[in-house]
T-cell receptor, first 113, second 113 residues
Framework: DAKTTQPNSMESNEEEPVHLPCNHS???????IHWYRQLPSQGPEYVIH???SNVNNRMASLAIAEDRKSSTLILHRATLRDAAVYYC??????????????FGKGTKLSVKP | GAVVSQHPSRVICKSGTSVKIECRSL??????MFWYRQFPKQSLMLMAT?????????EQGVEKDKFLINHASLTLSTLTVTSAHPEDSSFYIC?????????FGPGTRLTVL
């Protein structure tokens, strides 16, 4: 799996949008971009994933650059419960490899009331 | 989303004893499950990949005789930490390959005295 680069930490104010960036300049054509988040003392929680087009779900939006070398996870209105470590992970074709996810250090998001 | 459970959530044991951790996919079948370990303030590290009906594949540096993995059914994988020592104290997290991505359990906090 290709490597990703994320800021170590970010701060946000409650009820404001948050844009979490991720660089993945060595992404291959079959790599999906996955985002997970981990709250303290819990297992990672799936947030969203995409390949080329922007994706939206009830938790967040994923904006993928046209060249796919970067992506941004967008939380539309941050709440205190969104404070977590956010991981951006690349994974090859889902049906091909064993599918293990390799975690980097992620971005620790703090949300201020 | 898909649900993965782990049991127990927390265990404290004496040095030299063995501890078994169960990982279950509750609403889907998982041919492949994964076991991760996370030390304080660090990211998740993949320990092994567990395939139903076959031997697990261990990552480099992980002792297969110490961390026994059994994946006897499509919904259950177990990790047994044999002859546990204080340095094995960690947060153990399993995940299961779901229909479109990987889903994680809530984790098991192991403390070896």
């Amino acid at each position: 799996d290709a490597k990703t680069t994320q800021p170590n930490s970010m701060e946000s104010n409650e009820e404001e949008p948050v844009h979490l960036p991720c660089n993945h300049s060595t992404i291959s054509g079959t790599d999906y971009i996955h985002w997970y988040r981990q709250l303290p003392s819990q297992g990672p929680e799936y947030v969203i994933h995409g390949l080329t087009s922007n994706v939206n779900n009830r938790m967040a939006s994923l904006a993928i650059a046209e060249d796919r070398k970067s992506s941004t996870l967008i939380l539309h209105r941050a709440t205190l419960r969104d404070a977590a470590v956010y991981y951006c992970i690349l994974r090859g074709d889902y049906g091909g490899s064993q599918g293990n996810l390799i975690f980097g250090k992620g971005t620790k998001l703090s949300v201020k009331p | 989303g898909a649900v993965v459970s782990q049991h127990p959530s927390r265990v404290i044991c004496k040095s030299g004893t063995s501890v078994k951790i169960e990982c279950r996919s509750l609403d889907f079948q998982a041919t492949t499950m994964f076991w991760y370990r996370q030390f304080p303030k660090q990211s998740l590290m993949l320990m092994a990949t567990s395939n139903e009906g076959s031997k697990a594949t261990y990552e480099q540096g992980v002792e297969k005789d110490k961390f026994l993995i059994n994946h006897a059914s499509l919904t259950l994988s177990t990790l047994t930490v044999t002859s546990a020592h204080p340095e094995d104290s960690s947060f153990y997290i399993c995940s299961a390959m779901g229909p479109d991505t990987q889903y994680f359990g809530p984790g098991t906090r192991l403390t070896v005295l």
